[in-house]
């Protein structure tokens, strides 16, 4: 059966890609606005969560919210961060994006991108090394919610990679995409992203998404030119007098 925050919102894309539903301590539904709060998939740090366009209706969910447990995040709709209170509003909040694709958005044949990228081991050492560089990987070799990883090799060197994991009722997610600094404007990031959408694809799945700064022009131009499209902007955050604690994942 349907959680009932996909029941009250079921076109919201933040719902139906990202929530895990595992992650849900508590929540409310008021009509089409929801709250909830869940706990991060790294470090426990709890993130109250609401989503509507009201924001007179959106505090009134945090706060009936945040007076059950003690939060240490916020996480709102970009278009609604702007309209909270002071005390809710995070100095530099995280600003994410969605964006997803399906084999009909397929800008046009993958194979001659993807050709470039293999997959590799899931505990290649050289992983981690490699995603150092990046400010938003979260997954690293080993992860037990990887599906498979993939790369771009240099001799022996690896240059560029990224993985797929199931979060959400097993929906395929782009993650930990990377390509080394020194490697950039090669089409290596484009060869790995090809990789994966079209394994996807090919067997069976009719969708694939991914998270990304939203001010990553770069990124957006790449995925854009694959045929991914952005379908919604997320803000997030430590609540202020909280300390933070280690956490890279999007909100």
Not at 223 to 249: K, M, T
């Amino acid at each position: 059966m349907q959680h009932p925050l996909r029941q009250a919102r079921p076109d919201d894309p933040f719902l139906r890609y990202h929530l895990d539903e595992s992650q849900v301590v508590d929540f409310l539904v008021d009509e089409d606005h929801v709250g909830f709060i869940r706990a991060g998939r790294r470090s426990g740090e709890l993130w109250v969560s609401a989503l509507g366009d009201d924001p007179g209706r959106i505090l009134e969910i945090i706060d009936f919210l945040s007076a059950r447990r003690q939060v240490d995040g916020i996480h709102v709709h970009d278009h609604v961060y702007a309209l909270l209170p002071e005390r809710l509003r995070i100095p530099d909040p995280g600003h994410w994006s969605i964006w997803l694709i399906t084999a009909p958005d397929v800008a046009h044949d993958l194979s001659d991108w993807a050709r470039g990228a293999r997959e590799i081991d899931a505990h290649d050492a050289r992983i981690d090394p490699l995603l150092s560089h990046s400010d938003s990987a979260y997954l690293m070799a080993g992860d037990p919610s990887i599906r498979r990883w993939v790369g771009v090799l240099d001799g022996p060197r690896l240059v560029a990679v990224g993985a797929e994991s199931d979060i959400a009722d097993g929906i395929p997610h782009l993650v930990s995409i990377c390509t080394d600094p020194e490697q950039r404007r090669h089409g290596h990031g484009k060869a790995v992203t090809a990789q994966l959408v079209s394994g996807a694809f090919e067997r069976g799945e009719s969708l694939v998404y991914l998270e990304m700064y939203a001010g990553n022009k770069a990124a957006a131009s790449l995925y854009r030119s694959l045929g991914f499209r952005e379908v919604g902007r997320y803000r997030s955050g430590w609540i202020p007098g909280r300390a933070p604690r280690p956490a890279r994942e999007p909100a």
